[in-house]
Structure formats: structure tokens, C-alpha cells
């Protein structure tokens, strides 16, 4: 038995939260982590959100799940650090959206370039640039 998006909508979101660029084409690398993350999860609605420049906001996506009738969404930074945008940016954003969208339960996760798998994964790529010697 199959379930249709258009019947039944996810009560869970997973948000990849991203910079944006002004360079369309810089979104490529992030749709593709969507995807894939959306093929191991089909259930799961996986969704990306720019800070600036590109759309959708994370504001907007968050007032269209609601509407949808999610429940529950995760924010996922797709960011190396915590920068300013991960320590001050986004918390702001996420306090407005706690208060426009109460019925919401918004986690936040690290910054995923702070994670020790993703470095590993990093580290293990740089090394293999290297020409063997």
C-alpha cells in the first residue's frame, strides 16, 4: 500500500539549511544532499532553506510546512562552522518562528562541517587529491 504526497503529508521535516549565493548553480551540491537524504527517507519531507539570496527562506519553508501540517522539523546547518550566521542568525530566526509557529517543534543541529564523521570524510578527500608519493 503506497502513501501519496498528495493525500498525506509528512509530520516530519528535515530542513538543510544553507547560505545561498547569487550564483543559482551554487544550490547544485545541496539539492544533491537532499536527494539523497530524500531517497534513504522517503517518508521523511526533506526540504532546503537559504539564509539570503535564495529562496525559499527559512521563515517561508517553515510557514509552508505548517500549513502543510507538519508537526515537527529539524534544522540541519549545511555550513563547515558556527559562524555568525549559525551563533547569531539563525537562533533569531528560529526564536521568531517558535513564536509565530507554536504548534512547531523546531530542533536545531550542529553545523555539520563541526561533526567528526563529516571532517573524517574531508580529511580522507583532501588526502586523495595528493599525488601518491
Same mark, same amino acid.
Given at each position: 500500500?503506497?502513501?501519496?504526497?498528495?493525500?498525506?503529508?509528512?509530520?516530519?521535516?528535515l530542513i538543510?539549511?544553507?547560505?545561498g549565493a547569487?550564483?543559482?548553480?551554487?544550490?547544485?551540491?545541496?539539492?544533491?544532499?537532499?536527494?539523497?537524504?530524500?531517497?534513504?527517507?522517503?517518508?521523511?519531507?526533506?526540504?532546503?532553506?537559504?539564509?539570503?539570496?535564495?529562496? $525559499?527562506?527559512?521563515?517561508?519553508?517553515?510557514?509552508?510546512?505548517?500549513?502543510?501540517g507538519v508537526?515537527?522539523?529539524?534544522?540541519? $546547518?549545511?555550513?563547515?562552522?558556527?559562524?555568525?550566521?549559525?551563533?547569531?542568525?539563525?537562533?533569531?530566526?528560529?526564536?521568531?518562528?517558535?513564536?509565530?509557529? $507554536?504548534?512547531?517543534?523546531?530542533?536545531?543541529?550542529?553545523?555539520?562541517?563541526?561533526?567528526?564523521?563529516?571532517?573524517?570524510?574531508?580529511?580522507?578527500?583532501?588526502?586523495?587529491?595528493?599525488? $601518491?608519493?
Amino acid at each position: 500500500m503506497s502513501q501519496s504526497a498528495s493525500h498525506s503529508t509528512p509530520r516530519q521535516a528535515l530542513i538543510l539549511f544553507a547560505h545561498g549565493a547569487r550564483d543559482p548553480s551554487w544550490a547544485a551540491p545541496f539539492e544533491s544532499l537532499r536527494q539523497l537524504i530524500q531517497r534513504q527517507r522517503p517518508q521523511l519531507l526533506v526540504k532546503l532553506a537559504f539564509l539570503e539570496l535564495m529562496q $525559499p527562506d527559512l521563515p517561508q519553508l517553515l510557514q509552508q510546512l505548517v500549513a502543510a501540517g507538519v508537526s515537527e522539523a529539524s534544522v540541519v $546547518p549545511v555550513f563547515l562552522g558556527q559562524g555568525g550566521h549559525v551563533r547569531r542568525d539563525l537562533p533569531a530566526l528560529i526564536a521568531q518562528a517558535r513564536q509565530q509557529h $507554536p504548534q512547531l517543534a523546531i530542533t536545531v543541529a550542529q553545523a555539520v562541517g563541526e561533526q567528526p564523521d563529516v571532517q573524517d570524510a574531508i580529511v580522507r578527500y583532501c588526502l586523495s587529491t595528493l599525488p $601518491p608519493g
